[in-house]
């Protein structure tokens, strides 16, 4: 079953949260996630409150038995060009299914979820991003049909 977050997920949204942040740290050796500690895990729940209770933001839970295995979160976004003929974007920010629940299809349910939430909003595109060295990612995105069109770049000074 997927449902929507309610308040009362928040202490298992930021379980989930801190387990996927470790697994970034785990499969990459960027610096944006290297250094974080558990002082930033307090700032989890209210980011979780604010989307939950916004217009322009949504997050599902994924449950199996009435045990929750996962999550998605996405938001509405601006294009980056002003001028563009596409007003809003979505962007899928996380996503995360306990590894024991993984490749049972939770993903895409969840992925079929927030797209029915965009397109039912009238978004037409949906973003995401992941990090160089999470193939995990790399590879499920693509089974769900999300293709690479732009590369970030980064140079440290």
């Not at 939950?52 to 294009?79: C, H, K, M, R």
Request: hydrophobic content about 40%; overall charge negative; proline content about 4%.
């Amino acid at each position: 079953m997927i449902r929507k977050a309610l308040e009362d997920d928040i202490p298992q949204l930021v379980e989930w949260m801190k387990k996927l942040v470790a697994h970034v740290q785990e499969t990459s050796c960027d610096p944006y996630v290297a250094n974080i500690t558990d002082d930033h895990e307090r700032e989890f729940a209210p980011w979780f409150i604010k989307i939950i209770n916004s217009d322009s933001g949504i997050i599902y839970i994924a449950e199996e038995q009435d045990i929750p295995v996962g999550f998605i979160l996405g938001n509405i976004t601006a294009p980056f060009l002003k001028a563009s003929v596409i007003k809003s974007i979505g962007q899928i920010e996380l996503c995360w299914v306990e590894p024991s629940f993984r490749k049972k299809g939770i993903a895409r349910k969840l992925c079929y979820q927030i797209e029915q939430w965009f397109r039912g909003i009238g978004v037409k595109y949906i973003d995401l991003q992941y990090l160089i060295g999470n193939n995990e990612a790399e590879m499920s995105w693509d089974k769900l049909g999300y293709q690479p069109y732009r590369i970030a770049s980064r140079k440290e000074i």
